[in-house]
């Protein structure tokens, strides 16, 4: 992606900053067996994978469990470290950084994790949770850092005197609002939210959300949002990308993607949103197979087993993750024939059998 299309904003009306920048990541983990333990084959998890988020934004990251979304978050903030590329955070490079200045720049970064529960310490209250961060980081005094504390914990909706309560105390919902909480108490300009709603009730998952959003308002946040519900990703973020097998391919902004999305995969996702009027009815798109594994992906295309439109050469070669207007990027050879709707799953393509009418 050149610099300059980077910087131009998604309705273009003139420029935005580029927060983080995701250059061809590469994520294997290695598969171990024998006596001595050698490495017998890679989970190939992300594999070259290019994207950016604007300062201020929501960007959201969908796509089936196994997908490589959670590795990409993890790995961008050095949770986990890279085979490959490069993720430039406020024009640094994460990856060329050193142990003392990673830790300077960490404060920057922060995330909120899918199980609250195990991400907090069981013996620790939840107040020293909280402010861990600010002894690691600040040189302010216990009451100073106490004080944030409670700020923090009155900010996502719970009481001053729950700093002194201990994690089993708490509700699910309670400690994802801690987690955020922690997250939020040095400041930072960028949380990567792994999946922080899909182990909610509806009704506690709209609470959290609706805190998420009042603190970016507040604080000028950018977050990346991992989720598999499509429909907390369509109220929550401004732009998507969609993941298949450790590829992204499609990224564009919420409303183009929702309504045209290009990719044969996104569009059979977005046909299995329930609608929630019992009156109408939707064209749900069946999709055969299964995923195949990481330690062996196909070549080509890596969604032509599964694809009712795969031709010879989506078997053959990987198709480019490119513009197709308006910041709306696809990796799709149909879509490189230039006949409008070539890519689009209707039932005169793939048959009824494949398509369902669903209330």
């Given at each position: 992606?050149d610099?300059?299309?980077?910087?131009k904003?998604?309705?273009g009306?003139?420029?935005r900053?580029?927060?983080v920048?995701?250059?061809?990541l590469?994520?294997y983990?290695p598969?171990?067996?024998?006596?001595l333990q050698r490495?017998?084959?890679?989970?190939?998890a992300?594999?070259?994978?290019?994207?950016f988020?604007?300062e201020?934004e929501s960007?959201g990251?969908?796509?089936?469990?196994g997908?490589?979304?959670?590795?990409?978050g993890r790995?961008?903030l050095?949770?986990t470290?890279?085979?490959?590329?490069?993720?430039i955070?406020?024009?640094?490079?994460?990856?060329?950084?050193d142990?003392?200045?990673?830790?300077?720049?960490?404060?920057?970064m922060?995330?909120?994790?899918?199980?609250?529960?195990s991400?907090?310490?069981?013996r620790?209250p939840i107040?020293?949770?909280?402010?861990?961060?600010?002894?690691?980081?600040t040189d302010?005094?216990a009451q100073?850092?106490?004080?944030i504390v409670?700020?923090?914990l009155t900010r996502?909706?719970m009481?001053?005197?729950h700093?002194?309560?201990?994690?089993?105390e708490?509700?699910?919902g309670?400690?994802?609002r801690i987690?955020i909480?922690?997250a939020?108490?040095?400041?930072?300009?960028?949380?990567v939210?792994?999946?922080?709603?899909?182990?909610?009730?509806?009704?506690i998952?709209?609470?959290?959300?609706n805190?998420?959003?009042d603190?970016?308002?507040?604080f000028?946040?950018?977050?990346l949002f991992?989720?598999?519900?499509?429909?907390?990703?369509?109220?929550?973020c401004s732009?998507?990308?969609v993941?298949?097998l450790g590829?992204?391919?499609e990224m564009?902004?919420?409303?183009?993607l929702?309504?045209?999305p290009?990719h044969?995969?996104?569009?059979?996702?977005?046909?299995?949103?329930?609608?929630p009027?019992p009156?109408?009815k939707?064209?749900?798109v069946i999709?055969?197979?299964?995923v195949?594994?990481?330690?062996?992906?196909?070549?080509?295309?890596r969604f032509?087993?599964?694809?009712?439109?795969?031709f010879?050469?989506?078997?053959e070669?990987e198709p480019?993750?490119?513009?197709?207007g308006d910041?709306h990027?696809?990796?799709c050879?149909l879509?490189?024939?230039?006949?409008?709707?070539?890519?689009?799953?209707?039932?005169?393509?793939?048959?009824a059998?494949?398509?369902?009418i669903i209330?």
């Amino acid at each position: 992606m050149d610099e300059e299309k980077i910087m131009k904003s998604s309705n273009g009306q003139g420029k935005r900053k580029v927060l983080v920048e995701v250059n061809n990541l590469v994520k294997y983990f290695p598969v171990r067996g024998g006596l001595l333990q050698r490495v017998r084959a890679w989970v190939k998890a992300v594999d070259n994978v290019s994207f950016f988020i604007y300062e201020g934004e929501s960007f959201g990251l969908v796509g089936e469990s196994g997908c490589g979304k959670t590795t990409i978050g993890r790995t961008i903030l050095r949770l986990t470290p890279s085979t490959s590329g490069a993720v430039i955070f406020d024009g640094q490079n994460l990856f060329d950084l050193d142990a003392k200045a990673l830790k300077t720049m960490r404060r920057y970064m922060q995330i909120i994790f899918q199980d609250p529960y195990s991400s907090l310490d069981p013996r620790m209250p939840i107040g020293e949770s909280i402010g861990e961060g600010l002894r690691i980081h600040t040189d302010k005094n216990a009451q100073e850092r106490y004080d944030i504390v409670t700020e923090m914990l009155t900010r996502v909706g719970m009481r001053a005197d729950h700093a002194r309560r201990y994690p089993h105390e708490f509700s699910g919902g309670q400690r994802q609002r801690i987690g955020i909480a922690r997250a939020l108490t040095l400041r930072p300009k960028f949380i990567v939210c792994d999946e922080p709603v899909s182990a909610l009730d509806v009704s506690i998952q709209a609470q959290v959300l609706n805190i998420l959003k009042d603190l970016q308002r507040d604080f000028g946040l950018t977050y990346l949002f991992i989720a598999h519900n499509l429909s907390v990703v369509e109220h929550f973020c401004s732009r998507v990308g969609v993941m298949y097998l450790g590829k992204m391919v499609e990224m564009s902004s919420r409303d183009d993607l929702y309504r045209d999305p290009l990719h044969p995969y996104t569009q059979a996702l977005m046909s299995a949103i329930p609608i929630p009027d019992p009156t109408l009815k939707r064209q749900r798109v069946i999709l055969e197979g299964d995923v195949p594994s990481p330690l062996n992906p196909p070549k080509g295309c890596r969604f032509h087993t599964r694809c009712p439109l795969a031709f010879d050469k989506c078997r053959e070669d990987e198709p480019p993750f490119k513009d197709y207007g308006d910041e709306h990027y696809a990796a799709c050879w149909l879509l490189e024939t230039g006949e409008k709707g070539a890519s689009k799953l209707t039932i005169e393509k793939i048959g009824a059998e494949r398509i369902s009418i669903i209330g």
